[in-house]
């Protein structure tokens, strides 16, 4: 397919634009190699451990762990926080960031991975939104106190039984710590992280009201849509463009521009027009 001419009404857009909204879902990460969690065989192929014990990502991406078997609840997460901290963010985060300095943008990340990616990269805390929490954050399991802290633990995890060998401790009660992500069933999630960067992205959004801006949304499926509601949503602004990369789900209406592709191949193809 000749996906020419809309690389080239995007590159238009970036180039005449005053401010930039980079969104994202998971989809961003795969380039990078992480695994995708789409559908139980995506989940199960990078975990096959679950799948012998029958149980789906919305079944290990539950608080219901951490209270029952702590060391199995940390399984999942501690396993993911040294994949997340290993992992190489893909060129397509260079890409982003070098139109940035090279247009002067005025910019914002929202996301609902939980990866840090953006951060690792080299894109600035206080100018991210992180929907869904972070892994690289702590809070308590009770929890005892509104406290978020870094995680700067080591939490090594025997992969044939996704048990964790060391379970993060609340520094307050000393019960057991979990992550401070949004999960699935979770009613004990602090929010207080997540409310500050949403008052932070708010007042960019005021800021930049009457400037020409540009979303660029990667990876963000139909599943879970509060990014596409998102990026959807600031595109009904006027002097708005959205640019959507998706490989499976790449429709949007209203004028805006979509990329049947993943992040990088969309992010590559678009750079060759700037
Ligand atoms: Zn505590």
């Known amino acids: 397919m000749d996906w020419s001419d809309a690389c080239r009404?995007?590159?238009?857009?970036?180039?005449?634009?005053?401010?930039?909204?980079?969104?994202?879902g998971?989809?961003?990460?795969?380039?990078?190699?992480?695994p995708d969690f789409r559908g139980e065989r995506g989940f199960w192929k990078a975990y096959p451990m679950y799948e012998r014990l029958g149980i789906s990502f919305v079944g290990a991406a539950n608080p219901a762990h951490f209270h029952r078997d702590p060391?199995?609840?940390?399984?999942?997460?501690?396993?993911?926080?040294?994949?997340?901290?290993?992992?190489?963010?893909h060129d397509g985060f260079r890409i982003l960031r070098q139109?940035?300095?090279?247009?002067?943008?005025?910019?914002?990340?929202?996301?609902?991975?939980?990866?840090?990616?953006?951060?690792?990269?080299?894109?600035?805390?206080?100018?991210m939104l992180e929907v869904h929490g972070s892994i690289h954050h702590l809070q308590c399991l009770s929890p005892c106190s509104d406290a978020i802290w870094p995680n700067r633990e080591e939490i090594p995890v025997d992969h044939a039984t996704m048990r964790a060998k060391q379970i993060p401790r609340c520094p307050h009660c000393g019960g057991v710590a979990r992550p401070n992500i949004l999960m699935f069933g979770d009613y004990s999630w602090l929010s207080d992280r997540t409310r500050g960067q949403e008052m932070r992205f708010d007042s960019f959004l005021n800021e930049h009201q009457h400037a020409p801006i540009v979303v660029i949304e990667m990876g963000?499926?139909?599943?879970?849509?509060?990014?596409?509601?998102?990026?959807?949503?600031?595109?009904?602004?006027?002097?708005?463009t959205v640019i959507r990369i998706n490989p499976r789900e790449s429709h949007i209406a209203g004028g805006h521009t979509s990329l049947p592709c993943g992040a990088l191949e969309g992010l590559e193809g678009i750079d060759e027009f700037l």
């Not at 060391?71 to 994949?83: E, I, P, V």
């Not at 499926?221 to 600031?234: K, V």
């Open 9 to 24: 009404k995007a590159a238009d857009a970036i180039g005449k634009a005053g401010a930039l909204v980079v969104t994202s």
């Open 26 to 34: 998971a989809g961003m990460g795969v380039d990078s190699g992480l």
């Open 71 to 89: 060391a199995f609840g940390w399984g999942f997460y501690g396993h993911r926080t040294t994949l997340y901290r290993t992992t190489e963010p």
């Open 99 to 127: 139109w940035i300095t090279r247009f002067g943008l005025a910019h914002f990340v929202v996301t609902s991975n939980v990866d840090g990616q953006f951060q690792k990269a080299g894109f600035e805390e206080e100018r």
């Open 220 to 240: 963000a499926g139909t599943s879970i849509p509060t990014i596409r509601y998102m990026s959807e949503r600031i595109g009904q602004r006027n002097a708005a």
